[in-house]
């Protein structure tokens, strides 16, 4: 039929083919429905606007809410011979399905041989193990949060037992240079002596030097812990991003997230000079996280421009 239009392609050719191929659909829709939904988008980008209602009732006898469950159909289904030959009904029911999971359900359920019916029930229960999945992903996420936290918030601490040395060698470098102090000024002091102190003291400088050392490291492996923390952080956002949330979401509840996300973020715009001298490695998590947010916002946009898709009977 594709055939049917070659040169010209004026909208209001491609237009009239799509208006007999919407008829023939509508004539046999327990086997085009996928079709006809394909048919309506398309067409719906060339109706002029306010005739869409009316291009539908005379070109397929039915309404734009049905029209509509057709186009979602078609979207989610459609160009997959997996799903030719489903009964409208029990697709209408599988919209419902968690994205990414509609070829699973296909290998657990022999949806041809269950009732419209049957099939609602099984979408429920998947719906149901992805909210309690997604519950217990969120649990552990939060436990995890708490402890990296506390990790955050605990300073680096030395051995008992090298902190009680280090202290015992700075107590004996301060008697030992007291006594230097007494001996020069009661005149005893021989040079012999003194040598040795020196010495003794310079052997005593190295291991504090090295007990500073053990300090340091300390202190790097909690800077690591930190960054580990942080990195933690983004990788639980990018989660929460991705995944499919099940509950409901309402216009009240997204603008208090809203609110809150601004009231704790306002001050991301005006921090120019402290991105300019932030570590490379923390502004690249910020960007990550940016990056994580907007691509959020576009598939939110991207959602929030369509029609909802509920069972509507096409046929009595």
């Known amino acids: 039929m594709n055939g049917m239009i070659t040169t010209g392609g004026s909208e209001l050719a491609r237009l009239d083919y799509l208006s007999a191929e919407a008829r023939i659909c509508a004539e046999s829709l327990a086997n085009n429905m996928l079709r006809l939904g394909r048919v309506f988008l398309e067409a719906k980008t060339l109706v002029k606007h306010g005739e869409w209602q009316t291009w539908v009732h005379d070109n397929a006898g039915m309404s734009v809410r049905q029209a509509q469950n057709l186009m979602a159909s078609f979207e989610r289904f459609g160009g997959n011979p997996v799903y030719d030959g489903i009964d409208k009904s029990k697709l209408f029911k599988m919209l419902a399905l968690p994205e990414g999971t509609e070829e699973r359900f296909l290998e657990e359920n022999n949806v041809s041989e269950m009732t419209a019916r049957e099939v609602d029930a099984a979408v429920k229960k998947v719906r149901e193990e992805a909210r309690v999945e997604l519950e217990n992903e969120r649990r552990l996420r939060q436990e995890a949060e708490q402890r990296a936290l506390e990790a955050e918030n605990r300073p680096p601490e030395l051995p008992a037992e090298v902190a009680a040395d280090l202290s015992e060698k700075q107590e004996t470098i301060a008697r030992q240079q007291a006594e230097l102090e007494r001996l020069a000024e009661t005149g005893r002091l021989t040079i012999e002596e ?12 190295r291991e504090n030097e090295d007990q500073a050392e053990l300090l340091q490291d300390a202190q790097q492996e909690y800077n690591r812990l930190q960054g580990d923390y942080l990195n933690l952080q983004s990788s639980v956002a990018k989660g929460d991003a991705e995944r499919i949330p099940t509950d409901t979401l309402t216009a009240d509840t997204f603008a208090s997230a809203v609110r809150q996300f601004i009231g704790i973020c306002a001050r991301m715009p ?21 990056q994580t947010v907007e691509s959020w916002a576009t598939a939110s946009r991207k959602a929030i421009d369509t029609y909802s898709a509920e069972e509507a009977l096409i046929y009595d």
């Not at 003194?194 to 400088?205: C, H, I, Q, T, V």
């Not at 402290?274 to 996280?289: G, Y």
Request: glycine content about 4%; aromatic content about 6%; cysteine-free.
């Open 270 to 290: 005006h921090m120019s000079h402290s991105f300019a001298i932030m570590p490379q490695s923390e502004k690249t998590i910020f960007d990550e996280l940016l």
């Open 194 to 205: 003194a040598s040795r102190l020196r010495k003794e003291n310079d052997g005593l400088r």
